[in-house]
């Protein structure tokens, strides 16, 4: 069983930057293809960005643009989202995963293992 703390969140004006983490509670996190979802109010969840097991492989939603940036420190057991240029379409509750999988997943289902989410709000 894996638990994930997500963190990082807060207010931030247009064009601001934030930068999520991701804390894992097992030490072979090096093992799990992680990522990172976001949901807005009335809205679907959407992909932001996914990351193989070393990093070498990631995967960006269309929306991000070169804006963000995934990373991970598997010898911390933790994935980071760096976020520039916010804008306030990027407000909503962004959640990390993880799971034992061959290559970066790109639809919520494929994750078994869920953070708590940390609220991103951008204001104009």
């Known amino acids: 069983q894996v638990q994930l703390v997500d963190s990082g969140g807060g207010l931030v004006q247009a064009r601001g930057s934030l930068r999520l983490s991701c804390a894992a509670s097992?030490?072979?996190?090096?093992?799990?293809?992680a990522g990172w979802f976001r949901q807005a109010p009335g809205e679907e969840g959407e992909v932001v960005a996914a990351?193989?097991?070393?990093?070498?492989?990631?995967y960006y939603g269309d929306f991000v643009k070169g804006r963000f940036t995934i990373s991970r420190d598997n010898a911390k057991n933790t994935m980071y989202l760096q976020m520039n240029s916010l804008e306030p379409e990027d407000t909503a509750v962004y959640y990390c995963?993880?799971?034992?999988?061959?290559?970066?997943?790109?639809?919520?289902?494929?994750?078994?293992?869920w953070g708590q989410g940390t609220q991103v709000t951008v204001s104009a």
């Open positions: 995963t993880a799971d034992m999988l061959v290559i970066p997943g790109r639809t919520y289902h494929e994750y078994d293992y």
């Open positions: 097992v030490h072979t996190f090096g093992s799990y293809v």
């Open positions: 990351i193989s097991w070393t990093g070498s492989s990631t």
